[in-house]
Each structure stands twice: as C-alpha cells, then as structure tokens.
C-alpha cells in the first residue's frame, strides 16, 4: 500500500488582491459558492488540533453547490503535496451538500504526519468550472510542480483568474504537528460587529459567518476582514492574548457608484424609453446609470414596440438607435343590420347601405344607420390593425299614437289584426311607422277598410254607414 506523506498548505506572500495578508488566496467578491475543509480531530475548526509525527489523519472537505474541489498542503517548511486530485482520487467533483473523507473508507492510501513540527495549513479551493492546474501539479506521481508557498500562490492566482469572480471560493483548516501530546493552545474569544450588520466575516481568510460574531480563536495575531455588498472591504489585524475577549467594529463605507450613460435616440423621434419597465422619458435621452445590464424598450404610437438589452459598463456610454417599424394602419369593419338597406354613415360620411365590409384606418369611429320607420342607430367603435370588426345592429321600429274616432261601436283590425273595439266610439293605439290596412267592423254597418301612411301621430275620424243605404 502506497503511503501518501501529508502536509498542509500555508501559503505565504500577497499576491494582487486575491493574497491576503496572511498569504491565504482568498476571493474577495461576495459569492454564495461555499466550500468547507477540517480535519479529523478539528470538526469545529478552532485550529487546536494536535497530531504527532507517525499518526494518521483524515480530511474532510463539503460544498452547498456543484463544485470541482481543489485540496493543497503544505507544512511548516514549505513543501507543497496535494490532496486532491491525488493518483488514488481523480474525481474532485462534488455534488452540492456531498461531503468527502480523505482517504475514503477501503482506500489503498493513508495519510501520515511526517513532519516538521509546527502549524500547519489545508487550502480547499472550490470553483463551479475546473481549473487547469496541470502546471501545478503532477497528478499521476502526487507531486506539485511549483516550489515554495510563493510559487503556488502564484500558480493558482493564475489558473483562478479566468474563473468569473463569482463561480470560485476558498476555505482554510489548521492544526498543530508535534512528537508528543503537546498541549492545544489556550483560546481568546474575537466579538466582530458592523454597522450596517450582515457582513461576512472571514479570518484568516477563512469565512466564519456574519456580524454580530462571536467565536474562538488561537492567540496570536489575525487579519480579519468584513465584507458586504455594495460597501468597502473592511480589513483589521487583531493580537489575541490567551483567555482576552478582542471586540471588532466596523462602520462600513459604501463603495462609490460604478455608473455609465446609457445612450437612447430613435427615429423617428418622440418615442417613449422604459428602462427594466419604468419609463425614463422620450428619445433622444442620455441617462447616467449604475454599471450593470438593462432591459430597454421604445413605445411610440402606430410603430412596433422596439426591445433590446443593454450593458452599461462603467464610465463608458452605451448607444441604442432604433429605427422603428410603422404598424399597418387600417383594419375592417363587418356591418350588418336588420332590416337590411339602412344606411351606413361612418364619422359623418354615407358609405353604404348594410350589409357591408369597410376598410378602415385604425382607431376610434362614429358608426350611425338610418332606416325609415326605425330609430337612429350610433355606436362609437374602434377598428384595430389588421384586425376585422363584426357589428350586428338590429333597429328599433319607430311608432306612432293613433286616436280613431267612429260613429258605432266597432271591431278594429290593423293589417289583419284586431287590435281593440271603439268604445263610445274611440279607440287609442299605436303602429310603427309606415304604410297599414286599417279595417272596422260593426254588426248591421258596412265593413269599412281603410289604407294609411303613418309617419307619426294621428287623429282618425270614419263614419260607417248602415246596410240597405
């Protein structure tokens, strides 16, 4: 069984600004890709575990998302071994909330502490993409290509660099090597608060959670730093004397605004700008906005609606030209009408008579019929581009008030109909406008018909004369 010789990484020297002052290469954008690493002996990660040469180890390390994992070593004299991958383990992808045993129970690999003594240092290093470290290390023999702390926080500043700031995180774990059961340190406690509050603390460059933060530490000197979106990092280094309670304040800096000009013309001109939906006024306009990607409309009546996204990169100005596309202008209107052959008007202008089909500009119309004996029809419409109209009017027959007045008492028939008796001689009725058959009839009279033109109200006086005469 091969026996793999474990050291932990502490990497030392800044390096742009992904090396923090402790030489841990740390992310220093806000992400919420987390990765975890701790040793058997350290599950809390306090930092006061102690192995002693000759004794075996295990390693853990736990992702929330899909990650490709990444574990370096070093120990107290500077050499470098790797974790993973190693010859025995390729596969350094994880699954989110997967958490892994380094070695895996049944594997034909141990870790053993060889020394020197010291603290040491596991790096982790998480990213949603792998990364190309074959100038790093050499996976099949187990060995890094680089020398020295230094030269793998430079190798690995440069494998991360392509990686979106975003999609990569780190995590440190440390403990203690030595020959004997030598005592754990005594611990300090550090209090971290921030106004405003919710800032990620890291330490080390490892991250311990948010303000307000309460936790354990080694004594010694630390470098803590506060980050929050939209605010300055806030950087500190704190010594801690066994059993001090060290307090950390922070009052956060809002960083200052990325911002660039968003261009905007259009032609034609006049058109109105919505920016991710809120209307910023007309073409031509210039707006200075935050860096960041926005979604952009134009709206001018009788022209397509124009879209597109836009990014605004800081001090820079991003042009939008829209040449918009006119709507087609004209729909139909379908008329019908009963009866049919009224008269069709449209804003005042005679079309036609109903049934018919118009084409018409789009927009609101005045729709009117007429028709003799029937009541006026008006109906305000609106006709839509390339859309067709259907209107079914039915018209209401006009009537008018008859007074019939008779010298008998007698049956009244209108076209046919009986429609009521005169008596005392009088009658009250009404008829729709239009031509009628007005007949009477009385016992011992001659029956009487008479053909009327009604166009409104009328006062009828007959005169029925008996039979033989």
């Known amino acids: 069984m091969r026996k793999l010789l474990l050291a932990v990484l502490g990497l030392g020297a800044a390096l742009a600004q ?44 736990r992702v929330n998302q899909d990650a490709y994992v990444y574990l370096f070593n070093i120990n107290a004299d500077g050499r470098i071994d790797p974790i993973l991958p190693n010859p025995y383990e390729r596969d350094n992808f994880l699954r989110a909330g997967e958490t892994r045993r380094f070695p895996p129970e049944g594997a034909r690999y141990r870790y053993t502490i060889t020394g020197p003594e010291g603290e040491d240092r596991i790096l982790a290093v998480a990213s949603r993409r792998p990364l190309s470290v074959a100038e790093i290390l050499d996976v099949e023999r187990g060995e890094v290509r680089v020398q020295g702390w230094e030269g793998l926080a430079r190798a690995l500043s440069i494998v991360i660099k392509p990686v979106p700031a975003r999609d990569w995180v780190t995590d440190v774990a440390r403990y203690y090597v030595g020959r004997g059961e030598a005592p754990p340190p005594a611990e300090a406690t550090l209090e971290v608060d921030s106004s405003p509050r919710g800032a990620e603390v890291y330490v080390d460059g490892g991250r311990e959670g948010r303000t307000p933060l309460s936790l354990a530490v080694r004594p010694g000197r630390h470098e803590v730093e506060l980050r929050l979106p939209g605010y300055a990092p806030y950087r500190a280094a704190v010594n801690a004397r066994p059993g001090e ?225």
């Open 18 to 61: 992904e090396i923090n002052p402790q030489g841990i290469i740390v992310n220093p954008v806000p992400t919420d890709l987390e990765v975890q690493v701790w040793v058997d002996k350290d599950p809390a990660k306090r930092g006061n575990a102690v192995y002693r040469i000759g004794e075996s180890i295990y390693i853990y390390v």
């Open 245 to 469: 309670r060290v307090r950390v304040f922070a009052r956060l800096v809002p960083e200052p605004k990325k911002e660039g000009v968003l261009s905007v013309s259009s032609s034609p001109q006049g058109a109105e700008v919505y920016v991710d939906g809120a209307l910023r006024g007309r073409t031509p306009l210039a707006l200075r906005l935050p860096e960041g990607r926005y979604q952009v409309e134009l709206r001018l009546p009788g022209y397509a609606p124009y879209r597109v996204e836009v990014r605004v990169r800081e001090g820079e100005r991003a042009q939008v030209f829209a040449r918009l596309v006119p709507l087609p202008r004209e729909g139909t209107l379908v008329l019908e009408a009963r009866p049919e052959g009224a008269e069709v008007y449209v804003d005042g202008r005679l079309v036609g008579r109903a049934p018919l089909s118009l084409s018409l500009e789009a927009g609101l119309h005045e729709v009117r019929l007429l028709a003799p004996g029937y009541a006026e029809y008006r109906a305000r419409v609106e006709v839509r581009p390339e859309e067709t109209l259907r209107l079914s009017v039915e018209l209401v027959p006009l009537r008018a008030t008859l007074e019939v007045y008779v010298n008998v008492e007698a049956r009244v028939f209108l076209d046919g109909e009986e429609v009521g008796r005169t008596r005392g001689g009088y009658l009250r009725l009404e008829a729709p406008f239009g031509e009628h058959e007005l007949t009477l009839v009385a016992p011992g009279y001659r029956t009487l018909v008479q053909t009327l033109q009604v166009s409104g109200d009328r006062v009828l006086r007959f005169q029925m004369v008996p039979l033989g005469r």
